[in-house]
């Protein structure tokens, strides 16, 4: 019994696998000056800074959210920054009811505290938002 058959097939299988990635859909290029956003405000409850427990939550939901708006080509994900008892987290792209759609069952499943919310802006800095209370208030 050859085996030479199998293994021409496995190789076209491979070749035709690397080929269909190639014609994947390519994220939109994003712009945050000009792009919608969603905004996460995570209070902190050691006040102005995080202590290194908080941090380490903070960057685990950070990861799990950008992989998701990777994995589902929604925007991207942009930075945190740290200051007046909050996390601020920043994703821009094309729709932020989108972009916030896809990491909402990842949100769910995190613990915020009361006086976190998010934002969901319309457009460029200035542009209509909405607030979405976290934590469940």
């Given at each position: ?41 995570l209070k902190l409850p050691s006040g102005e800074s995080a202590c290194s427990e908080e941090t380490q939550r903070i960057e685990g939901l950070e990861e799990r959210i950008e992989e998701e708006i990777d ?67």
């Amino acid at each position: 019994m050859s085996l030479q058959p199998l293994f021409q097939a496995l190789r076209v299988f491979v070749v035709a696998t690397r080929v269909l990635r190639g014609f994947r859909r390519t994220p939109p290029a994003v712009d945050p000056a000009n792009d919608q956003a969603v905004i996460l405000k995570l209070k902190l409850p050691s006040g102005e800074s995080a202590c290194s427990e908080e941090t380490q939550r903070i960057e685990g939901l950070e990861e799990r959210i950008e992989e998701e708006i990777d994995e589902l080509q929604t925007g991207e994900y942009d930075r945190d920054e740290y200051g007046d008892g909050f996390c601020t987290i920043y994703m821009y792209g094309p729709n932020a009811d989108s972009l916030y759609s896809s990491i909402q069952p990842i949100l769910n499943s995190f613990p915020f505290l009361p006086g976190s919310y998010a934002l969901k802006r319309y457009g460029k800095p200035g542009s209509p938002q909405v607030q979405i209370p976290m934590a469940g208030e």
